[in-house]
């Protein structure tokens, strides 16, 4: 009777090990069709002193690509706010550059594949920045690739055209909600960073002016009292006796 539990827990550990993991968890789709569609990504890094990151996105050949950022906060020696971008296609062509604090690069994809886009801080040698991202694909016309054979059986058959009409209309409408949708978070997202970056820059001048008042008022308290020591110094008398003369 012992060996059966644990009969059992070797059964329900191999199973699992005998199937392996899964490589492919879509082994009927390619990667034309796993990646298609329109989507947008928004977050913050932090960049240390004359670093580099580099992200990778996918995009299809006519699909519009855009990347938004700006610089939130920079500590250091120097405090220089450039930032110098750049986003390169799949066969390692620069498709655009930038060298500023905030700026946008849009563009048409030619060609399919991932994008790169590096964000260097060589601009700070000792002093390290926060940048908030915002950058992702979208399209105008929609082509979905999985139900392009189908349309094309589709359109052979003989189908009511009222129907084929009004699910057209339907679908192109539905499209075009969710593409002004899509703009929508876009100018969001940008109107958001704009936000985070004036709140990091009134947080850090109000510490630079908070330290600087407590450094005025603690020189102006010291100075006060210096000044007073000295001219109470100026009013001592000393008491002289017989034997003593008064020096000047």
Request: charged share 20%; net charge negative.
């Amino acid at each position: 009777m012992f060996n059966i539990p644990c009969l059992f827990l070797v059964l329900v550990l191999w199973g699992p090990v005998q199937g392996g993991p899964m490589t492919n968890p879509h082994p009927n789709m390619t990667d034309q069709e796993l990646f298609w569609g329109a989507d947008q990504y928004d977050f913050s890094v932090v960049l240390p002193a004359s670093g580099l990151e580099c992200f990778w996105h996918f995009a299809h050949r006519g699909e519009k690509f855009y990347l938004n950022f700006m610089v939130q906060w920079v500590t250091g020696v120097g405090h220089d706010r450039h930032l110098s971008v750049s986003v390169n296609a799949p066969s390692s062509l620069v498709v655009g550059t930038v060298d500023d604090a905030n700026g946008q690069i849009n563009f048409e994809a030619e060609e399919t594949g991932f994008y790169q886009m590096c964000f260097s801080n060589f601009h700070n040698h000792f002093g390290t920045m926060q940048v908030f991202l915002s950058f992702g694909v979208y399209y105008d016309s929609f082509q979905d690739p999985t139900k392009s054979k189908e349309e094309e059986k589709k359109k052979k058959e003989e189908v009511s055209k009222d129907l084929n009409n009004t699910l057209s209309i339907i679908e192109e409408a539905s499209h075009k909600v969710e593409n002004y949708v899509f703009h929508m978070f876009r100018y969001y997202s940008f109107g958001r960073m704009r936000k985070s970056a004036d709140y990091y820059l009134l947080q850090s001048n109000s510490q630079y002016i908070t330290w600087w008042s407590t450094a005025l008022s603690l020189l102006i308290i010291t100075s006060g009292y210096l000044q007073l020591l000295f001219l109470k110094r100026l009013f001592i008398t000393k008491t002289c006796t017989e034997d003593e003369k008064p020096r000047c």
